[in-house]
């Protein structure tokens, strides 16, 4: 008899996924008992935008809007709910969450897909530390949902519900890599490139003579730092340096650093917070930055939403926000190897691809 097709509709292929995507769906309804029980309000966002995310590296989907009128204009994929839910606490909810399809062109992995979907919760008033804890909780709940305390990747168990490493990148890099972070940035917002290429190759770190200090940077904590991380339990990695803070703020008790951390499980990186920027004048500068550096290594850039900067500047309040990718989440609960493992209908378009 043949082997089954590689179809994911097939039944014999459905029937070996379906207890994972039985249990993606009680992870789902688990999240929005988490949230409604803690008074938060479940929104939803559009997903076309006029700027889809600045991050250099992100890549968007791009497609044109036509009015009835047949006037046409550029709009974007968002690549995170981010600005509309910023939006909405400028608008005045203190508490919001977003369980958002979003799209990111380029990505393809065990890990990645080019449609899939974040959570992404923000608490006005509050701060990124009170996110740390909703972590903990979050996670502990999701286990709990499926009777288990521990999730898994890559043969790798960890316990949710035991005590959380929590460790400062400049820690980290000196922990794991032999490297004084800060000092390699004397200026925080133009930090030496040459002096964190010369600490990285003295640990055996290849690196190239136009390498920027965020390539190095990066470089240093693929290699050096990730690898140990949420293996023994869960790690939150926090306070980047300040040129690394995206759209996290300054610490005001150290501006060398930003308000910003990451979750790893299971050597897996599942969540990245902010203490958000709140000052409309430094997100600008820092989008035009960001602008420049897409086009510089890439050829292009997207707009910049002015409708969001404008929200900034009439006031938005303290806050702390943080995406998580539920795919993941569901990966880690369920022990899957692979992101198309927990998703009902990967994107299939292998037969369209040029070659």
């Not at 600045?54 to 044109?64: D, K």
């Not at 890599?177 to 133009?190: C, H, K, S, Y």
């Not at 770190?205 to 991380?229: C, G, M, N, S, Y």
């Amino acid at each position: 008899m043949p082997a089954p097709p590689a179809n994911w509709w097939h039944p014999d292929i459905y029937a070996q996924r379906r207890p994972r995507l039985v249990k993606r769906a009680a992870v789902l309804s688990t999240l929005r008992r988490f949230f409604s029980e803690r008074d938060f309000l479940e929104v939803e966002t559009p997903a076309l935008q006029v700027s889809p995310g600045l991050e250099p590296h992100l890549q968007a989907f791009e497609t044109s809007l036509r009015t009835p009128a047949g006037q046409q204009a550029t709009l974007y994929l968002h690549t995170s709910p981010e600005f509309a839910c910023k939006k909405l606490l400028v608008a005045g909810e203190p508490r919001l969450f977003a369980l958002a399809r979003v799209f990111r062109n380029a990505e393809r992995s065990e890990l990645h897909h080019p449609e899939f979907t974040l959570l992404e919760w923000y608490r006005a008033h509050d701060t990124y530390e009170r996110l740390m804890h909703d972590c903990e909780e979050l996670l502990r709940a999701v286990a709990s949902a499926l009777g288990r305390t521990t999730m898994e990747h890559d043969g790798r168990q960890v316990d949710v519900f035991q005590p959380w490493d929590y460790l400062s990148v400049p820690e980290a890099f000196h922990r794991y890599a032999g490297i004084d972070l800060l000092a390699t940035a004397p200026d925080p917002l133009a930090p030496n490139a040459a002096l964190l290429a010369s600490a990285a190759r003295q640990q055996g770190i290849r690196t190239a003579e136009d390498d920027d200090w965020q390539a190095v940077f990066t470089r240093i904590l693929l290699e050096k730092v990730e690898p140990h991380l949420g293996h023994a339990a869960p790690t939150i990695l926090y306070d980047y340096p300040v040129s690394q803070a995206a759209l996290s703020r300054p610490k005001p008790s150290d501006p060398r650093l930003a308000e910003r951390f990451e979750l790893y499980v299971a050597g897996v990186e599942l969540a990245n917070a902010f203490g958000e920027l709140t000052d409309a004048a430094e997100q600008r500068r820092r989008f035009e930055a960001d602008c420049a550096e897409k086009e510089r290594i890439y050829g292009e850039r997207y707009p910049i939403d002015e409708d969001f900067l404008a929200a900034l500047d009439y006031g938005m309040p303290e806050a702390a926000g943080i995406a998580l990718g539920v795919d993941r989440l569901v990966m880690l609960a369920t022990g899957a190897g692979r992101i198309e493992e927990v998703l009902w209908a990967p994107v299939h378009a292998d037969e369209g691809l040029q070659r």
